[in-house]
């Protein structure tokens, strides 16, 4: 249990709310360990059995739960904690009460998956118990919890990042030409497992390795290609750390890269730049994948067919502000704006007769733009022996 993070997002949670047009936000789960309600790490820190509640206004919280938890979130120090032993449905119509809380944002979000814990039995069941109490969802105000990021939370990625290139530094050390993509995704896996790393996405596809002009692109599982002389070595990875993610793309060449290739590799990095250039406080996500769209046009390049970039946090995928196209996949994700302190990849790439030209950066959002979290790769690497 965390009590230092859980404290800094509560506050921030208090604040979110003051700045909403609700009256409380409420988070009510059960059974976490089954099935995830994404914003409990932030507002408790552990999992949770019977039905609980989690209720924050603009100057108090409160957590309901089952007398058998309640000293786990009385060791937090952050809640008032009201345990029950049959039914929650008295404390839980006080505490709204006693915060003259009418209008309630619970977790239900159309876009956001990280804002849409709450399941459809367990929203049937606020229903019951609270009528008259009018509901909306929290997406906003989870957006600013989980979006924002605390210092210790940018501490933690900024760790995650760091060890995501050092280990790719160390992969690239020990290549060889009879390395195929396979031994990559298993010593990278080795060395995560003994440091008790987690894998940023699904572990079997975390790292993603694309050797030479033969891979087929996208997540895919790693096979038995080497890297061709002249040819790329891609791959995609992100160690979570602490509990925070990374998600970092880089590429080598075996041998002296051709004029066509690095021409290519020079056009991914501007697309980046002039994205980077647009990303800043206010900045609405569309137009930022705009401008990098609008980069690769005027080199007359293939557009690529995903988000610009996503948020990075406890998940590669943080949720909230999405940098992508108006595309209705992405709802209205790509139509909020940018905030301080919030954390961004920058990704793209350009399939060639090489292999796969892709970059993904990590940036934090400051006051007036961003600042790398880890040190950008502006050329192309080589394999050596």
């Known amino acids: 249990m965390d009590t230092t993070l859980v404290r800094e997002k509560v506050e921030q949670a208090r604040d979110a709310v003051a700045d909403s047009d609700v009256d409380a936000w409420l988070t009510f789960c059960r059974e976490t ?42 060791d937090l120090g952050v809640h008032e904690v009201r345990p029950y032993d049959e039914s929650i449905r008295e404390d839980l119509r006080g505490t709204l009460s006693r915060m003259n809380a009418e ?72 290549w060889t030409p009879e390395t195929t993509e396979a031994d990559i995704a298993d010593s990278l896996h080795e060395r ?13 596809y975390c790292p993603t390795v694309h050797a030479g002009g033969a891979a087929d692109v996208g997540h895919t599982l790693p096979g038995d290609r080497t890297v061709p002389e002249g040819e790329l070595l891609h791959v995609d990875f992100g160690v979570v750390k602490e509990e925070y993610a990374a998600d970092l793309q880089r590429v080598w060449v075996r ?56 948020q990075v ?6 949720g909230g502000t999405l940098l992508g196209p108006e595309w209705d996949r992405y709802g209205d994700s790509v139509e909020s704006e940018v905030r301080e302190g919030e954390v961004y990849t920058l990704e793209l790439g350009i399939e060639t007769e090489w292999g796969y030209v892709g970059q993904e ?11 790398f979290v880890v040190e950008p790769q502006t050329a192309l690497w080589s394999l050596s022996v």
């Open 33 to 74: 360990t089954e099935i995830d309600e994404p914003a409990l790490p932030y507002v408790l820190g552990f999992d949770v059995v019977w039905p609980t509640a989690v209720v924050i206004g603009a100057e108090s919280s409160t957590v309901i739960l089952g007398r058998h938890d309640a000293p786990t979130a009385e």
């Open 313 to 318: 946090g406890r998940s590669a995928h943080d």
């Open 192 to 204: 995560m497992r003994e440091a008790g790393y987690g894998s940023a996405w699904s572990w079997d």
């Open 361 to 371: 950066e990590m940036v934090r959002v400051t006051e007036g733009g961003t600042e």
């Open 255 to 310: 041998g002296e890269p051709s004029e066509g290739l690095q021409e290519a590799f020079e056009d991914v990095r501007a697309a980046i730049d002039a994205g980077r250039d647009q990303l800043e406080p206010g900045a609405v996500g569309h137009r930022v994948d705009a401008r990098a769209r609008a980069e690769l046009i005027a080199r007359d390049r293939e557009l690529f067919d995903h988000a610009f970039g996503h």
């Open 103 to 174: 209008r309630v944002a619970i977790n239900v979000d159309r876009d956001d998956v990280v804002a849409d814990g709450l399941t459809h039995g367990m929203y049937e069941r606020l229903e019951e118990m609270l009528p008259g109490r009018e509901f909306v969802g929290a997406g906003d105000v989870i957006a600013d919890v989980r979006g924002i990021k605390s210092g210790t939370e940018h501490e933690r990625i900024a760790a995650a990042a760091e060890t995501t290139l050092d280990l790719l530094h160390t992969m690239a050390d020990e």
